[in-house]
């Protein structure tokens, strides 16, 4: 989704913006524009498309006092909300008067009664979007002092932003602001590089200030000044970004996916780092803390996610109420908020997110705290929105994703929900020796990753045998369920290719009227309770001419004989088995992408972290 980088300091400052916005194309966006404070006064541009045509556009042959060398400057990517992805609604946008100019991640909800409220006021406009009319509403505020005047304009704002501006008049000053769209400030020697996300500063500097919502700073090169929008000093602490630029680099891969398909035994085993104790046998989760014993006496879970964390969530329902026995709900993140949703005492809400920003995430967050839950956070970014409004949480530790198709994430939300409901369970009603069972089980799964990931030749050439089929059906029972969901999610994505997930058995409800001879069938058909069943489900697909293509067992030599293809993982236990089996899946889908000529990291229309309702 949009992303902003803005800059203070005294290196050459266009390239600098540019590699700053590439870093952050990974989110997701259709045009991109920046504005560099020159001695002439600002230089704009912006383009429609991709960050290259951008760059294509800027003329770097300006000399003298138009030359491109400034200490300050902005630059944006957008992803199209009020008006079409082209250069005239692409940031960032100047008032009327060419005083003060804006780029702007999130939404002003209020822009039409203020567009009109400006229109009457004699402003006038030339873009469809929210943005110009808050960059306008800070003209219309502004004499001589621009932090005042954005002051001003987010008074009468209602929406979200993450907002950076610039002023003709105050050549050396950037005034950054937020509201439900993250910021945050990177403290470097003598240099603040300003970003919607961690990705564009790590390369100048590992050193954050991260704005908390209605908060704001006005930077200049000497230093800069933190507070609220309305106008009261906070001091801010400077917190140590985890990751480091190799992370977020390809590495050799063609694709930051398969990067981070293959990363998942190293993640995985990140994540599970000091927190199974093998030698006492027991869990140690340091981000529960205080909350330990409330967390344990839990009487109902809902879990709230968007997306694959959705179906982390559904993988947790399973966890919870098998494990640790507390009744759990999952439910979508933009229902839940706006459902009038019951609360009792003893509810604690799971928040999962990869990104940590999802903003129909956050605001069920929000609203779970207003009435009264405990709330906990499975979140990947350290120091995202989500980890700070949480009462505590679990980071997943498995590195930065980049790839907007979630993978690692997936894996490492199953194994902090699975640590979890272990050390509720191991409180109330788990034994000693249950438990020491399920951790030797946990410990083995990035090795037996390892093994699943080796098929990713065989994998693609039967997922080329397919490549022409527009319809596919993804299907599993139990703990597999949530795998075939997120199966199909991943191929739609990312190859755009049709794709339902079911539980097995209600594919003959319905869904089995789509299957006709030579349709791909996916079955998640690992050894475990409802194996035998879901033999059937199986039968039911080939007596239509379905082609079976299974996620089964190793050593199920039956499996061989009903299949017309099959993709084996280690045994493991019921519980653990989606952290196996989701891996040919999003081969699958990956190879998928590649045999149709998709840009894999950068599915159309999609955003890697949507902070938008
Ligand atoms: C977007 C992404 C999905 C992701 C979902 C939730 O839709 O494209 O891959 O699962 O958001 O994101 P989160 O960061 O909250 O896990």
């Not at 009109?116 to 006038?124: A, N």
Request: proline share 4%; glycine share 8%; charged share 20%.
């Amino acid at each position: 989704m949009c992303g902003i980088v803005a800059y203070v300091g005294n290196k050459d400052i266009c390239p600098l913006l540019l590699e700053g916005l590439k870093r952050l194309e990974y989110r997701g966006y259709d045009s991109a524009g920046l504005c560099v404070g020159t001695k002439a006064g600002f230089y704009v541009k912006r383009a429609a498309g991709r960050i290259s045509v951008l760059e294509a556009a800027i003329d770097d042959k300006m000399h003298g006092d138009k030359a491109l060398v400034g200490n300050i400057g902005m630059a944006h990517t957008r992803w199209a909300t009020h008006g079409p992805p082209t250069e005239c609604n692409a940031h960032p946008h100047m008032d009327d008067q060419q005083r003060v100019a804006l780029v702007h991640n999130g939404i002003i909800e209020n822009f039409a009664s203020l567009k009109q409220f400006l229109t009457e006021k004699g402003h006038h406009f030339s873009s469809e979007t929210d943005t110009e009319v808050l960059a306008v509403l800070i003209g219309h505020f502004y004499q001589g002092d621009l932090a005042k005047a954005v002051q001003l304009a987010l008074r009468e704002v209602r929406g979200t932003y993450g907002l950076a501006a610039m002023a003709v008049s105050e050549p050396d000053t950037l005034v950054v602001a937020r509201r439900g769209s993250p910021l945050i400030i990177g403290v470097g020697k003598d240099e603040y590089i300003v970003a919607s996300d961690a990705a564009a500063i790590v390369e100048h500097t590992t050193q954050v200030v991260y704005l908390n919502d209605n908060e704001m700073a006005v930077i200049r090169p000497g230093g800069f000044k933190t507070m609220t929008t309305d106008d009261i000093p906070v001091t801010k602490a400077i917190n140590e970004v985890e990751f480091s630029l190799q992370q977020i680099e390809l590495g050799g891969y063609e694709h930051f996916m398969l990067k981070e398909i293959f990363e998942q035994p190293e993640a995985i085993a990140n994540c599970l780092r000091g927190r199974v104790d093998l030698h006492e046998g027991r869990v140690v989760l340091g981000g529960i803390g205080a909350y330990s014993r409330d967390v344990v006496r839990a009487r109902r879970i809902i879990i709230t996610a968007c997306g694959t964390a959705w179906h982390a969530g559904l993988v947790g329902e399973f966890l919870f109420e098998d494990l640790a026995k507390i009744p759990t709900e999952v439910e979508y993140a933009s229902e839940f908020r706006y459902r009038n949703p019951i609360i009792e005492e003893g509810t604690m809400v799971l928040a999962i997110s990869q990104s940590g920003e999802t903003a129909d995430t956050l605001a069920a967050l929000r609203e779970a705290k207003d009435r009264g839950a405990l709330s906990l956070g499975i979140v990947n970014a350290v120091g995202s929105t989500i980890a700070r409004e949480t009462d505590a949480g679990i980071y997943l530790h498995v590195g930065p994703e980049i790839g907007v198709a979630s993978t690692k994430a997936f894996c490492g939300q199953i194994v902090v929900e699975s640590l979890l409901a272990l050390s509720i369970a191991r409180r109330k009603y788990m034994s000693q020796n249950v438990l020491n069972e399920f951790l030797q089980a946990i410990i083995k799964i990035p090795d037996q990753m390892r093994k699943v990931l080796e098929q990713s030749s065989s994998i693609r050439d039967v997922t080329a045998q397919y490549i022409h089929r527009e319809n596919w059906l993804f299907l599993g029972r139990g703990y597999n369920y949530p795998v075939a969901l997120e199966g199909a999610l991943k191929l739609k994505e990312i190859s755009y290719i049709h794709a339902e997930g079911l539980p097995a058995a209600e594919m003959k409800h319905g869904p089995i009227a789509l299957i006709n001879p030579g349709m791909p069938v996916v079955f998640v058909a690992t050894r475990g309770s409802q194996y035998e069943k879901l033999l059937g489900n199986i039968q039911e697909v080939k007596a239509r001419g379905g082609k079976i293509i299974a996620v089964a067992s190793e050593g199920d030599d039956y499996i061989h004989r009903v299949a017309d293809h099959v993709f084996t993982v280690p045994e493991t236990i019921e519980p653990l088995q989606p952290l196996l089996t989701v891996l040919p899946l999003q081969l699958l889908a990956y190879h998928a992408a590649v045999l149709r000529n998709c840009n894999v990291d950068k599915p159309r229309n999609l955003a890697k972290s949507v902070t938008v309702e």
